[in-house]
Protein backbone atom coordinates (compact mmCIF):
# COMPACT_ATOMS: atom_id res chain seq x y z
CA UNK A 1 0.00 0.00 0.00
CA UNK A 2 2.69 2.37 1.04
CA UNK A 3 4.78 1.55 -2.51
CA UNK A 4 1.25 2.24 -4.47
CA UNK A 5 0.85 5.84 -2.61
CA UNK A 6 4.44 6.27 -3.52
CA UNK A 7 4.16 5.97 -6.78
CA UNK A 8 1.32 8.46 -6.80
CA UNK A 9 2.97 10.89 -5.25
CA UNK A 10 5.73 10.63 -6.99
CA UNK A 11 4.35 10.33 -10.42
CA UNK A 12 2.29 13.61 -9.08
CA UNK A 13 4.78 15.24 -8.50
CA UNK A 14 6.75 14.54 -11.52
CA UNK A 15 3.40 16.25 -13.35
CA UNK A 16 3.96 19.27 -11.93
CA UNK A 17 7.46 19.99 -12.44
CA UNK A 18 6.86 19.01 -16.21
CA UNK A 19 4.68 21.86 -15.98
CA UNK A 20 7.10 24.14 -14.04
CA UNK A 21 9.50 23.20 -16.55
CA UNK A 22 7.57 23.92 -19.39
CA UNK A 23 7.32 27.73 -17.98
CA UNK A 24 10.45 28.77 -16.77
CA UNK A 25 11.57 27.69 -20.45
CA UNK A 26 9.27 30.08 -21.51
CA UNK A 27 10.21 32.72 -19.63
CA UNK A 28 14.00 31.60 -20.46
CA UNK A 29 12.91 31.88 -24.17
CA UNK A 30 11.73 35.17 -23.71
CA UNK A 31 14.83 36.70 -21.72
CA UNK A 32 17.14 35.42 -24.67
CA UNK A 33 14.56 36.98 -27.04
CA UNK A 34 14.88 40.71 -25.09
CA UNK A 35 18.25 40.08 -24.99
CA UNK A 36 18.72 39.44 -28.64
CA UNK A 37 16.08 42.42 -29.84
CA UNK A 38 17.84 44.71 -27.30
CA UNK A 39 21.44 44.22 -28.80
CA UNK A 40 20.16 44.36 -32.68
CA UNK A 41 18.42 47.30 -32.02
CA UNK A 42 22.00 48.82 -30.96
CA UNK A 43 23.20 47.37 -33.66
CA UNK A 44 20.50 49.00 -36.24
CA UNK A 45 19.63 52.05 -34.08
CA UNK A 46 22.68 53.37 -32.07
CA UNK A 47 21.42 55.59 -29.16
CA UNK A 48 17.87 54.53 -29.52
CA UNK A 49 17.41 52.45 -26.72
CA UNK A 50 19.21 54.57 -24.45
CA UNK A 51 16.99 57.04 -25.16
CA UNK A 52 14.14 55.06 -24.11
CA UNK A 53 15.97 53.86 -20.99
CA UNK A 54 16.26 57.08 -19.88
CA UNK A 55 12.49 58.40 -21.17
CA UNK A 56 11.44 55.13 -19.01
CA UNK A 57 13.24 56.13 -15.69
CA UNK A 58 14.89 52.72 -16.05
CA UNK A 59 18.55 54.00 -14.06
CA UNK A 60 20.15 51.93 -16.06
CA UNK A 61 22.88 52.25 -18.40
CA UNK A 62 22.88 49.81 -21.89
CA UNK A 63 25.70 47.45 -20.81
CA UNK A 64 24.45 46.79 -16.60
CA UNK A 65 20.94 46.08 -19.10
CA UNK A 66 22.39 43.81 -20.85
CA UNK A 67 24.49 42.42 -17.70
CA UNK A 68 21.13 41.82 -16.24
CA UNK A 69 19.48 40.10 -18.91
CA UNK A 70 22.42 37.86 -18.92
CA UNK A 71 22.39 37.45 -15.32
CA UNK A 72 18.36 36.59 -15.87
CA UNK A 73 19.10 33.75 -18.75
CA UNK A 74 21.72 32.01 -16.74
CA UNK A 75 19.26 32.02 -13.63
CA UNK A 76 16.67 31.03 -15.36
CA UNK A 77 18.26 28.11 -17.25
CA UNK A 78 19.78 26.81 -13.95
CA UNK A 79 16.05 26.76 -12.29
CA UNK A 80 15.09 24.81 -15.26
CA UNK A 81 17.45 22.53 -15.29
CA UNK A 82 16.93 21.80 -11.95
CA UNK A 83 13.71 21.62 -12.35
CA UNK A 84 14.12 18.89 -15.39
CA UNK A 85 16.13 16.89 -12.97
CA UNK A 86 14.00 17.15 -9.89
CA UNK A 87 10.82 15.78 -12.81
CA UNK A 88 13.53 12.84 -13.99
CA UNK A 89 14.41 11.71 -10.59
CA UNK A 90 10.50 11.27 -9.21
CA UNK A 91 10.02 10.18 -12.77
CA UNK A 92 12.50 7.50 -12.08
CA UNK A 93 11.30 6.99 -8.44
CA UNK A 94 7.54 6.37 -9.95
CA UNK A 95 8.70 3.56 -12.59
CA UNK A 96 11.15 1.66 -9.83
CA UNK A 97 10.49 -0.76 -7.39
CA UNK A 98 12.98 1.29 -4.80
CA UNK A 99 14.16 4.93 -4.74
CA UNK A 100 17.57 3.85 -4.02
CA UNK A 101 18.78 3.56 -7.20
CA UNK A 102 22.04 5.05 -9.07
CA UNK A 103 20.01 7.29 -10.93
CA UNK A 104 18.64 8.91 -8.07
CA UNK A 105 21.72 9.64 -6.37
CA UNK A 106 23.13 11.00 -9.59
CA UNK A 107 19.82 13.72 -10.15
CA UNK A 108 20.24 15.11 -6.78
CA UNK A 109 23.73 15.88 -7.41
CA UNK A 110 22.79 17.65 -10.51
CA UNK A 111 19.98 19.37 -9.02
CA UNK A 112 22.44 20.30 -6.22
CA UNK A 113 24.71 22.01 -8.88
CA UNK A 114 22.00 23.90 -10.38
CA UNK A 115 20.41 25.10 -7.26
CA UNK A 116 23.88 26.42 -5.92
CA UNK A 117 24.67 28.31 -9.39
CA UNK A 118 21.22 29.40 -9.72
CA UNK A 119 21.49 31.02 -5.76
CA UNK A 120 24.40 32.83 -6.17
CA UNK A 121 24.04 34.24 -9.67
CA UNK A 122 23.12 37.75 -9.24
CA UNK A 123 21.04 40.06 -11.15
CA UNK A 124 24.04 42.58 -10.98
CA UNK A 125 22.69 45.63 -11.27
CA UNK A 126 20.60 45.22 -8.29
CA UNK A 127 21.99 43.14 -6.37
CA UNK A 128 25.12 42.28 -6.25
CA UNK A 129 26.88 39.03 -4.96
CA UNK A 130 27.00 38.96 -1.21
CA UNK A 131 28.42 36.61 1.09
CA UNK A 132 25.26 35.32 2.54
CA UNK A 133 24.30 34.57 -1.11
CA UNK A 134 27.11 32.50 -1.13
CA UNK A 135 27.04 31.28 2.46
CA UNK A 136 22.83 29.78 2.09
CA UNK A 137 24.04 28.41 -1.54
CA UNK A 138 27.07 26.42 0.40
CA UNK A 139 24.01 25.27 3.37
CA UNK A 140 21.20 24.09 0.45
CA UNK A 141 24.34 22.41 -1.27
CA UNK A 142 25.67 20.65 1.76
CA UNK A 143 21.97 19.37 2.79
CA UNK A 144 21.45 18.12 -0.94
CA UNK A 145 25.02 16.18 -0.52
CA UNK A 146 24.04 14.99 2.79
CA UNK A 147 20.82 13.73 1.35
CA UNK A 148 22.91 12.27 -1.29
CA UNK A 149 24.91 10.45 0.89
CA UNK A 150 21.94 9.40 2.78
CA UNK A 151 20.14 7.88 -0.76
CA UNK A 152 24.03 6.28 -1.98
CA UNK A 153 24.08 4.27 1.43
CA UNK A 154 20.56 3.28 0.68
CA UNK A 155 21.66 1.98 -2.73
CA UNK A 156 24.29 -0.23 -1.18
CA UNK A 157 21.99 -1.59 1.44
CA UNK A 158 19.47 -2.52 -1.36
CA UNK A 159 22.35 -3.53 -3.39
CA UNK A 160 23.54 -6.19 -0.67
CA UNK A 161 19.87 -6.78 -0.26
CA UNK A 162 19.41 -8.51 -3.81
CA UNK A 163 22.65 -10.08 -3.49
CA UNK A 164 21.73 -12.52 -0.36
CA UNK A 165 18.62 -12.86 -2.03
Known amino acids: MKEITLKKSTHFISVIFNIASIIAIIVDIGAVLLL ?3 LLSQLTLPGYLAKQMINAEMELVFSEWII ?3 CFIVKCSCI ?3 IRYAKKLFHCISKQESPFTANTTKCINIIAVFTFVSMICPLYPYYHISFLAILEGIFVILIFR ?3 LIFKYGCDLQKEIDETL
Request: charged share 0%.
Open 80 to 82: FLA
Open 146 to 148: SIT
Open 68 to 70: LLV
Open 36 to 38: GGT
